[in-house]
């Protein structure tokens, strides 16, 4: 009889056992069911998440990929001439810049008053041919007033946006799966939002790196050109204008005497009150004298 109890035990904590042990495993489940629709619904924190561990992986390479990458340079160069004929020396300079593989940006040319032309010419050339133009334009022109070359170093600025990129577009593919196995609208909003602010950031981003990949391609080179050139004015070269000139004279004598004239007829014709007055005084005071000089010898 006892044995039978202890069997009758046995069995029961045996079904007690495996009880709790299914209990557990369908919490379990339910809790990873649970984690995996919040991951659904929760974009924005993956995006979190995401950047933080992209970010750190970032900085740890970043020192790297700068070290073992070719520099990027941004090169820039201003030259101040001064040349024998302005046209001929535009024209070799447009020469080269086309055999160069350039183009030019911006072109402009002036006349001073004493007939002097000067130029201003903006260029970029391929940074590999940076030096060999500078050198042939020097050549090419009488003599060099100023000479500036400066560069600046992005190779760190063009990796750690490289970096950025990179991150950004591993969140918008993470987020893409999102809105595929979104089910709720609420959900697919969220993700929608997230999704449009990742993918504007690549877009500025993307400028960014095309903007310097573009000024470390092709460096500036800024030339102001004078002529050296003396003018000689020509014999009889249609400047002297005699009766041109000579019209123009009359013209201004006869507007004097005009001018004379009728400031004559205004002083007379505004002042005729005064001088009648005055007019009169002096006739009474000749008469008066002359009568005083008449009564002695009568």
């Known amino acids: 009889m006892s044995k039978r109890c202890f069997k009758g035990l046995l069995a029961a904590f045996f079904l007690i056992f495996l ?20 991951d659904k619904a929760t974009g924005s924190n993956e995006i979190a998440v995401l950047d ?35 046209d001929k020396a535009q024209q070799n300079i447009e020469k080269k810049v086309k055999e160069y593989g350039g183009y030019i940006v911006e ?16 260029v970029r050339i391929p940074e590999k041919q940076f030096q060999a133009f500078l050198n042939d334009t020097e050549d090419e022109v009488a003599e060099v ?5 400066s560069g600046q170093d992005v190779t760190e600025e063009y990796v750690d946006l490289e970096s950025r990129l990179k991150s950004k577009r591993a969140v918008e593919e993470r987020l893409l799966g999102f809105m595929k196995e979104a089910q709720k609208t609420e959900d697919l909003l969220k993700i929608s939002s997230d999704l449009a602010k990742v993918q504007e950031e690549i877009e500025v981003l993307v400028g960014k790196v095309k903007y310097l990949e573009n000024q470390t391609a092709f460096s500036t080179v800024e030339i102001s ?24 004279q009359l013209a201004v004598s006869l507007n004097f005497l005009l001018a004379a004239a009728s400031g004559l007829v205004v002083f007379f014709v505004g002042n005729l009150p005064v001088i009648l007055l005055l007019v009169l005084i002096g006739v009474g005071i000749f008469y008066l004298v002359k009568r005083k000089r008449r009564k002695p010898k009568e």
């Open 225 to 248: 050109m004078q002529e050296s050139k003396v003018v000689v004015p020509g014999v009889g070269d249609g400047d002297l204008d005699t009766w041109e000139k000579t019209k123009k």
């Open 145 to 149: 007033l100023g000479r500036n070359v």
């Open 107 to 122: 072109s402009n040319e002036y006349r001073d008053e004493n007939e002097l032309m000067s130029g201003h010419v903006i």
């Open 19 to 38: 009880g709790a042990c299914s209990s557990s495993d369908s919490e379990e489940s339910k809790s990873t069911n649970e984690m995996a629709q919040m």
């Open 52 to 86: 933080e561990e992209d970010q750190s992986t970032v900085e740890e390479k970043k020192d790297d990929q700068v070290n073992t990458s070719d520099r990027m340079i941004i090169h820039r160069a201003n030259l101040e001439v001064r040349v024998k004929s302005l």
